[in-house]
């Protein structure tokens, strides 16, 4: 087997190794080194990813595929997990378990890896499962506070049903199609109820993963209950990893017409389901949380035009990493204010603080789509993929929501900016304030690093 | 050359959100800005050429066939050069703001977001700059208007956020649809890509229309607009009135006109009709409205009612070639005109706000005796506004009913009696607010600062001189290179 073909993967599982050793023999007062392992892992990921760039073909029997859409998670997913990573150290400073928090995020980081590159249905199941479960430990992590543990329990409960779902769908597919493998089921799905209902259960694990309609609870409450560092992870990284999953997946059924249309109303009743319920939020955290399960219904809208639009695939990978670097900003923000959540405390924090101010409305207003953000081009390359195809209608239904939405987020914008100051702000500082700048550094620089991105990818897509 | 009169605001604006300078400094910065790119414009004006010059292009996304592409013709050139005016007249209007170096970065930033709209041909660039002319504006108004300026601004920006929107389906149409997908606007007007029957166009037509229609604004989309301009601060105002406006008509123009002639024909009728229905209804609620700048917004409805349907008229694809061309060139200098009459309306009444605090017209009267300056400066902008012969709006105003006449005569009849309430509306305005008695609490009214006076007598010159001898504008334009030329039967 030729065991170099997985390094980046291998490279982050050692590292979460690693973590876990230094952890129980460090004192508690220095873990914050184990963010320090725990970044340079990821980043040796990267460097061995962009080693492989390029490649495409399957590899380890064919459960795994090695093409653009690959190389592009190995190095979108670690990178997010840098940052979310770095927010840490301080954040868990006094948390008595900081430095295996560490290690639950890279085996998190592998869950994420492993399911973006499955060619195999049993594959992704692990990988999904493997996301999944250090997901709940890291939404859970803050013990003694009630909020942290009611998360982590949501998150667990939709959890376990989905992924219920999810195995089940992959016994019916195997039961049908007489395979798990992505190669053989390509085009070989034949068209039974009993394959649809199979391919729906399927896509239900992934839409918990996502945080689509209607597994999509889980995720104001992570937003919202999770250390700040792990809810940037878990709205960000799995669902980037769940969309690649996700157009794999829909990529091998092209006949079944039906798929589609169920992810065209899946993808429009997330966007308005998000929308519609951000408007109502007091809570800044939990307003990050819905209108990401929104950005969850725009992305859909790639996964809706699988095979009939050339640009679906660029646009998906795109979309969802201007979007989850927003994210980042977003929640780095929110952990640069310490945690600063209601809405009304964000009365006149310009003066205060103007580059945390600055820095959330920028990540606003690219979630928004206003331009030359990155956002705007996610967006802008998302319309373009659907409005080619019969599935215009979404275009018109995520302008609509799009709408909506910079309502909410001026809401928190706006009396930040315009409203006179009030009461002293405290920081955290550190590294999270690093993250803060260097994210917002990347979502800036994103609008130029947008033509190299989108000329290397093309439509690459195993199998 | 026009990439530096669009990058010279931008840069003025970096330094003045970065450097820590005053308020005078300031307020220099950003008058000079845009002075800048207003030489830059001349000077391409100067060196002269037909249809798109002084063109430059730079590689942004070439997979998609996105640039940064900058050229002008005529019109855009014209819209360019009126913009640079405002934003210097606007910029230099003395006030006393909060914050001065955020208000004057803003204010530079929106010179070269509205200069850079006028002067690009990339779709994606210019729709880059329409939306960022909202964010722009968002911030003035929201930061340094009064009243309920949070609630207008938002008002404002969702409401033309939707109609960018909607532009940017149709431009993404429009570019999908051609054999290669490009947004270079020349490559889309030599060669329009949508046929005139079926759904899609009209659909696409439609999009366009209700999102230029927003930022215009026409019936009955126009609502955000009072709120927007009575709670903004003056100078601002006029850079709404006399800038921003102007996007939605220059847009209807350049995307569905020269872009989907063939639509555009069978549709001009309904869109002729929406004009007018905006002459009326923006000259008789005017009529009805007691707060000065309330008053003024709604004359806005009214003029740009004028140029949609001047606009219309020249798309339809009726009526002789020469009143197809006499309706468009009115309805580019009504944008001029409207642009430089209304910018000093809107600063006569940024002075009087800052004189009284006050826009509530009968709390107004005999101001003609402590300040004939500002009468007289607003007297003339008033008789401009309503079409005065001799002055620039009646330039306008004549060319778009002399080629209305031609085409839609029994709109161009109804159409002319919005003149007449306009003429009325202002006639009262003025002799409310100058003639009579003075009420007591309007006692110590101090008239125009020599700034003050010197920037509206620019551009009330200007003004005149259209009004005047308007053929170096009207060749300036040269109406005759925009219309689209259709084929037979379109």
Same mark, same amino acid.
């Given at each position: 087997?030729?065991?170099?073909?997985?390094?980046?993967?291998?490279?982050?599982?050692?590292?979460?190794?690693?973590?876990?050793?230094?952890?129980?023999?460090?004192?508690?007062?220095?873990?914050?080194?184990?963010?320090?392992?725990?970044?340079?892992?990821?980043?040796?990921?990267?460097?061995?990813?962009?080693?492989?760039?390029?490649?495409?073909?399957?590899?380890?029997? %064919?459960?795994?595929?090695?093409?653009?859409?690959?190389?592009?998670?190995?190095?979108?997913?670690?990178?997010?997990?840098?940052?979310?990573?770095?927010?840490?150290?301080?954040?868990?400073?006094?948390?008595?378990?900081?430095?295996?928090?560490?290690?639950?995020?890279?085996?998190?980081?592998?869950?994420? =890896?492993?399911?973006?590159?499955?060619?195999?249905?049993?594959?992704?199941?692990?990988?999904?499962?493997?996301?999944?479960?250090?997901?709940?430990?890291?939404?859970?992590?803050?013990?003694?506070?009630?909020?942290?543990?009611?998360?982590?329990?949501?998150?667990?409960?939709?959890?376990?049903?989905?992924?219920?779902?999810?195995?089940?769908?992959?016994?019916?597919?195997?039961?049908?199609?007489?395979?798990?493998?992505?190669?053989?089921?390509?085009?070989?799905?034949?068209?039974?109820?009993?394959?649809?209902?199979?391919?729906? =259960?399927?896509?239900?694990?992934?839409?918990?993963?996502?945080?689509?309609?209607?597994?999509?609870?889980?995720?104001?409450?992570?937003?919202?209950?999770?250390?700040?560092?792990?809810?940037?992870?878990?709205?960000?990284?799995?669902?980037?990893?769940?969309?690649?999953?996700?157009?794999?997946?829909?990529?091998?059924?092209?006949?079944?017409?039906? =798929?589609?249309?169920?992810?065209?109303?899946?993808?429009?009743?997330?966007?308005?389901?998000?929308?519609?319920?951000?408007?109502?939020?007091?809570?800044?955290?939990?307003?990050?949380?819905?209108?990401?399960?929104?950005?969850?219904?725009?992305?859909?809208?790639?996964?809706?035009?699988? %095979?009939?639009?050339?640009?679906?695939?660029?646009?998906?990978?795109?979309?969802?990493?201007?979007?989850?670097?927003?994210?980042?900003?977003?929640?780095?923000?929110?952990?640069?204010?310490?945690?600063?959540?209601?809405?009304?405390?964000?009365?006149?924090?310009?003066?205060?603080?103007?580059?945390?101010?600055?820095?959330?409305?920028?990540?606003?207003?690219?979630?928004?789509?206003?331009?030359?953000?990155?956002?705007?081009?996610?967006?802008?390359?998302?319309?373009?993929?659907?409005?080619?195809?019969?599935?215009?209608?979404?275009?018109?239904?995520?302008?609509?929501?799009?709408?909506?939405?910079?309502?909410?987020?001026?809401?928190?914008?706006?009396?930040?900016?315009?409203?006179?100051?009030?009461?002293?702000?405290?920081?955290?500082?550190?590294?999270?304030?690093?993250?803060?700048?260097?994210?917002?550094?990347?979502?800036?620089?994103?609008?130029?690093?947008?033509?190299?991105?989108?000329?290397?990818?093309?439509?690459?897509?195993?199998? | 050359?026009?990439?530096?009169?669009?990058?010279?605001?931008?840069?003025?604006?970096?330094?003045?959100?970065?450097?820590?300078?005053?308020?005078?400094?300031?307020?220099?910065?950003?008058?000079?800005?845009?002075?800048?790119?207003?030489?830059?414009?001349?000077?391409? !004006?100067?060196?002269?050429?037909?249809?798109?010059?002084?063109?430059?292009?730079?590689?942004?996304?070439?997979?998609?066939?996105?640039?940064?592409?900058?050229?002008?013709?005529?019109?855009?050139?014209?819209?360019?050069?009126?913009?640079?005016?405002?934003?210097?007249?606007?910029?230099?209007?003395?006030?006393?703001?909060?914050?001065?170096?955020?208000?004057?970065?803003?204010?530079?930033?929106?010179?070269?977001?509205?200069?850079?709209?006028? #002067?690009?041909?990339?779709?994606?660039?210019?729709?880059?700059?329409?939306?960022?002319?909202?964010?722009?504006?968002?911030?003035?108004?929201?930061?340094?208007?009064?009243?309920?300026?949070? @609630?207008?601004?938002?008002?404002?920006?969702?409401?033309?956020?939707?109609?960018?929107?909607?532009?940017?389906?149709?431009?993404?149409?429009?570019?999908?649809?051609?054999?290669?997908?490009?947004?270079?606007? &020349?490559?889309?007007?030599?060669?329009?890509?949508?046929?005139?029957?079926?759904?899609?166009?009209?659909?696409?037509?439609?999009?366009?229309?209700?999102?230029?229609?927003?930022?215009?604004?026409?019936?009955?989309?126009?609502? !955000?607009?009072?709120?927007?301009?009575?709670?903004?601060?003056?100078?601002?105002?006029?850079?709404?009135?006399?800038?921003?406006?102007?996007?939605?008509?220059?847009?209807?123009?350049?995307?569905?006109?020269?872009?989907?002639?063939?639509?555009?024909?069978?549709?001009?009728?309904?869109?002729?009709?929406?004009? #007018?229905?905006?002459?009326?209804?923006?000259?008789?609620?005017?009529?009805?409205?007691?707060?000065?700048?309330?008053?003024?917004?709604?004359?806005?409805?009214?003029?740009?009612?004028?140029?949609?349907?001047?606009?219309?008229?020249?798309?339809?694809?009726?009526?002789?070639?020469?009143?197809?061309?006499?309706?468009?060139?009115?309805?580019?200098?009504?944008?001029?005109? @409207?642009?430089?009459?209304?910018?000093? $309306?809107?600063?006569?009444?940024?002075?009087? !706000?800052?004189?009284?605090?006050?826009?509530?017209?009968?709390?107004?009267?005999?101001?003609?005796?402590?300040?004939?300056?500002?009468?007289?400066?607003?007297?003339?902008?008033?008789?401009?506004?309503?079409?005065?012969?001799?002055?620039?709006?009646?330039?306008?105003?004549?060319?778009?009913?002399?080629?209305?006449?031609?085409?839609?005569?029994?709109?161009?009849?109804?159409? $002319? $009696?919005?003149?007449?309430?306009?003429?009325?509306?202002?006639?009262?305005?003025?002799?409310?607010?100058?003639?009579?008695?003075?009420?007591?609490? &309007?006692?110590?009214?101090?008239?125009?600062?020599?700034?003050?006076?010197?920037?509206?007598?620019?551009?009330?010159?200007?003004?005149?001189?259209?009004?005047?001898?308007?053929?170096?504008?009207?060749?300036?334009?040269?109406?005759?290179?925009?219309?689209?030329?259709?084929?037979?039967?379109?």
């Amino acid at each position: 087997m030729p065991i170099g073909d997985l390094a980046p993967e291998l490279a982050v599982l050692l590292t979460a190794v690693a973590v876990l050793l230094l952890a129980m023999v460090l004192p508690q007062r220095r873990h914050g080194w184990c963010a320090g392992l725990a970044v340079l892992g990821l980043g040796l990921s990267m460097a061995l990813a962009l080693g492989q760039a390029g490649a495409e073909r399957l590899t380890f029997s %064919g459960t795994y595929a090695l093409d653009p859409a690959t190389t592009w998670a190995r190095l979108a997913i670690p990178g997010l997990a840098i940052l979310c990573a770095g927010l840490a150290p301080r954040w868990l400073a006094t948390d008595r378990r900081h430095g295996e928090f560490y290690a639950m995020l890279l085996f998190s980081t592998l869950g994420a =890896l492993a399911m973006a590159g499955a060619a195999d249905l049993m594959q992704l199941v692990m990988g999904v499962l493997l996301s999944s479960v250090t997901g709940y430990v890291l939404a859970a992590y803050h013990r003694d506070w009630e909020i942290s543990l009611e998360a982590g329990m949501k998150y667990f409960l939709v959890g376990a049903l989905a992924n219920a779902f999810l195995v089940i769908g992959v016994v019916f597919v195997m039961g049908i199609a007489g395979s798990t493998d992505y190669a053989t089921l390509s085009g070989g799905i034949p068209e039974d109820p009993l394959a649809l209902i199979g391919l729906t =259960l399927v896509l239900t694990g992934l839409f918990f993963k996502l945080g689509a309609v209607p597994v999509h609870t889980w995720v104001p409450d992570v937003a919202e209950g999770a250390p700040v560092p792990a809810a940037a992870f878990l709205t960000v990284v799995p669902k980037l990893a769940g969309a690649v999953a996700l157009y794999r997946l829909v990529h091998l059924a092209p006949g079944l017409a039906a =798929l589609p249309l169920l992810i065209a109303l899946v993808a429009a009743a997330t966007m308005t389901v998000g929308n519609l319920t951000a408007i109502w939020q007091d809570d800044l955290r939990r307003l990050i949380g819905w209108s990401s399960v929104s950005q969850t219904g725009y992305a859909l809208m790639a996964v809706a035009v699988v %095979g009939v639009a050339p640009m679906a695939l660029p646009a998906l990978l795109g979309f969802m990493t201007v979007y989850g670097l927003a994210n980042v900003v977003a929640f780095a923000v929110v952990a640069e204010l310490r945690g600063r959540t209601r809405i009304a405390d964000y009365r006149g924090l310009l003066r205060a603080r103007p580059g945390a101010v600055v820095a959330l409305t920028l990540a606003f207003l690219s979630l928004v789509g206003i331009p030359p953000l990155a956002g705007f081009l996610g967006k802008f390359a998302l319309f373009s993929a659907t409005l080619g195809t019969g599935f215009g209608w979404l275009a018109v239904v995520a302008v609509a929501n799009t709408v909506v939405s910079l309502f909410y987020y001026l809401r928190v914008i706006a009396p930040a900016v315009f409203a006179a100051p009030e009461g002293p702000v405290e920081t955290l500082g550190g590294s999270a304030r690093a993250v803060l700048w260097i994210s917002v550094a990347i979502l800036v620089g994103a609008t130029v690093l947008w033509a190299p991105f989108w000329a290397s990818l093309g439509q690459g897509l195993l199998p | 050359m026009l990439t530096l009169a669009v990058l010279i605001p931008l840069l003025a604006a970096a330094v003045l959100a970065l450097a820590p300078v005053g308020a005078g400094a300031a307020r220099w910065t950003a008058t000079g800005a845009p002075a800048l790119s207003l030489l830059a414009l001349i000077a391409v !004006w100067a060196g002269g050429g037909e249809g798109f010059r002084a063109v430059a292009e730079a590689p942004w996304i070439p997979t998609l066939g996105i640039a940064w592409r900058v050229g002008v013709d005529g019109m855009s050139l014209a819209l360019a050069l009126m913009s640079a005016l405002i934003f210097v007249a606007a910029s230099a209007w003395p006030m006393e703001v909060h914050h001065p170096r955020s208000y004057y970065a803003w204010m530079a930033f929106l010179a070269g977001v509205s200069i850079g709209l006028f #002067v690009t041909l990339d779709l994606i660039v210019f729709y880059v700059f329409f939306d960022l002319s909202l964010v722009g504006m968002y911030f003035l108004i929201g930061r340094w208007g009064h009243g309920e300026a949070q @609630h207008a601004a938002l008002k404002f920006f969702i409401y033309t956020l939707a109609g960018s929107l909607l532009i940017l389906i149709g431009i993404i149409v429009l570019a999908l649809n051609m054999p290669q997908m490009t947004f270079d606007m &020349r490559a889309i007007i030599d060669s329009p890509p949508l046929a005139a029957a079926g759904m899609v166009p009209g659909l696409i037509f439609l999009a366009f229309v209700v999102g230029f229609g927003i930022k215009t604004p026409v019936f009955p989309v126009h609502t !955000w607009l009072p709120p927007a301009h009575v709670n903004a601060p003056g100078p601002a105002s006029a850079i709404l009135a006399g800038v921003l406006l102007k996007m939605g008509t220059y847009g209807l123009i350049r995307m569905p006109m020269q872009m989907m002639p063939e639509t555009f024909a069978r549709w001009a009728l309904p869109l002729a009709v929406v004009g #007018v229905i905006s002459i009326l209804w923006g000259s008789i609620v005017a009529f009805a409205q007691d707060n000065l700048k309330r008053r003024i917004a709604y004359t806005s409805v009214n003029h740009m009612g004028y140029t949609v349907l001047g606009i219309a008229v020249a798309g339809s694809a009726l009526g002789s070639e020469a009143a197809r061309q006499m309706a468009l060139t009115g309805a580019v200098v009504e944008m001029i005109a @409207h642009g430089l009459i209304t910018g000093a $309306l809107f600063l006569v009444a940024g002075a009087v !706000w800052q004189r009284a605090g006050d826009y509530h017209l009968p709390n107004f009267g005999g101001l003609a005796g402590p300040a004939p300056r500002l009468t007289g400066a607003a007297t003339l902008a008033a008789f401009a506004s309503l079409g005065l012969p001799g002055l620039a709006g009646f330039v306008a105003e004549l060319h778009i009913f002399l080629g209305t006449f031609a085409v839609y005569p029994w709109l161009g009849a109804i159409g $002319l $009696l919005g003149i007449l309430i306009t003429a009325a509306l202002f006639l009262r305005m003025i002799r409310q607010m100058f003639f009579g008695d003075m009420p007591k609490e &309007r006692a110590g009214f101090t008239d125009l600062t020599g700034t003050e006076t010197a920037l509206l007598a620019g551009l009330l010159a200007l003004v005149v001189l259209i009004g005047i001898w308007p053929a170096w504008l009207l060749e300036l334009i040269d109406a005759a290179a925009l219309i689209p030329v259709l084929g037979p039967g379109g």
